[in-house]
């Protein structure tokens, strides 16, 4: 199963980002959202997953805090803060969460956190995002970079 993890689109649904996450068989958001045409142009490329982000006003009754789900015998939390995780997170085999617009890949104990950047509008930083597979042995994950020329 491929799976693409984005977050922070902050209502700007590249091209490059779409491309590269044709081919995947679900999208997993992890909030700042921002507008809810973002959840139908990625809802045409594969199911999504989403969290609502500090910045979803918009989006607050359709979309929770935390999305707890379980896909292919995988349990999977999906928040935009990750500060706000109160409970025994390693029940979780991956953690998805974003708003800090930085890419980061860890592991503790069995559980994977993966905040796979922001790929909306950034700043003077990188236009990230990540693809996952998802097999017998665990999720393999990729950050994948967009180059950018700030221009957005």
């Known amino acids: 199963m491929r799976i693409g993890i984005i977050s922070d689109t902050h209502g700007l649904l590249r091209e490059e980002v779409k491309e590269l996450l044709r081919g995947c068989d679900a999208i997993f958001h992890a909030g700042d959202v921002c507008e809810l045409y973002i959840l139908q142009e990625l809802e045409e490329i594969a199911p999504v997953y989403a969290a609502r982000g500090n910045n979803d006003w918009s989006l607050m009754n359709i979309l929770p805090w935390k999305n707890i789900f379980e896909l292919e015998g995988k349990k999977i939390m999906i928040t935009h803060i990750k500060e706000g995780i109160t409970e025994d997170w390693s029940q979780y085999d991956l953690i998805v969460y974003g708003h800090t617009h930085r890419y980061a890949l860890d592991k503790k104990g069995d559980t994977i956190w993966i905040n796979p950047g922001s790929c909306g ?21 990729e950050k994948c970079e967009i180059p950018s020329d700030w221009s957005y």
């Open 121 to 141: 509008p950034c700043v003077y930083r990188p236009i990230t995002l990540a693809l996952a597979e998802l097999d017998e042995q665990g999720f393999h994950i």
